[in-house]
Nanobody, 123 residues
Framework: QLVESGGGSVQAGGSLRLSCAAS????????LGWFRQAPGKEREGVAA????????YYADSVKGRFTISQDNSKNTLYLQMNNLKPEDTGIYYC???????????????????WGQGTQVTVS
């Protein structure tokens, strides 16, 4: 089970930190990712991390602004989002997969567990 929190409304240039609390089973998964979906658009991969070694992956649109991280002691995944832009607006989802992250980490089909999402609005 995955439960996101930390969404909200911020002005452009602001920051938010999203959290995803995972059950022990989900956290044992190898690839944990963050996705987002804007109204009328496809769900897109934002970032991912391989829990086994900490390797991270980012979409070009968020490189240098977003940071994905994990706290193994809390079974929690984070997404630190800085210098937010209006185009970052959307529902953010965390996802898990029982495999090591692949070059297709950004595809939703790669993940078998999803959270319910948290809204991020940047104005």
């Amino acid at each position: 089970q995955l439960v996101e929190s930390g969404g909200g409304s911020v002005q452009a240039g602001g920051s938010l930190r999203l959290s995803c609390a995972a059950s022990a089973h989900a956290y044992s998964s190898y690839c944990l990712g963050w996705f987002r979906q804007a109204p009328g658009k496809e769900r897109e991969g934002v970032a991912a991390i391989w829990t086994g070694g900490g390797t991270t992956y980012y979409a070009d649109s968020v490189k240098g602004r977003f940071t994905i991280s994990q706290d193994n002691s809390k079974n929690t995944l984070y997404l630190q989002m800085n210098n937010l832009k209006p185009e970052d607006t959307g529902i953010y989802y965390c996802a898990a997969d029982l495999r090591r992250c692949s070059i297709s980490w950004y595809r939703r089909q790669e993940y078998n567990s999803w959270g319910q999402g948290t809204q991020v609005t940047v104005s």
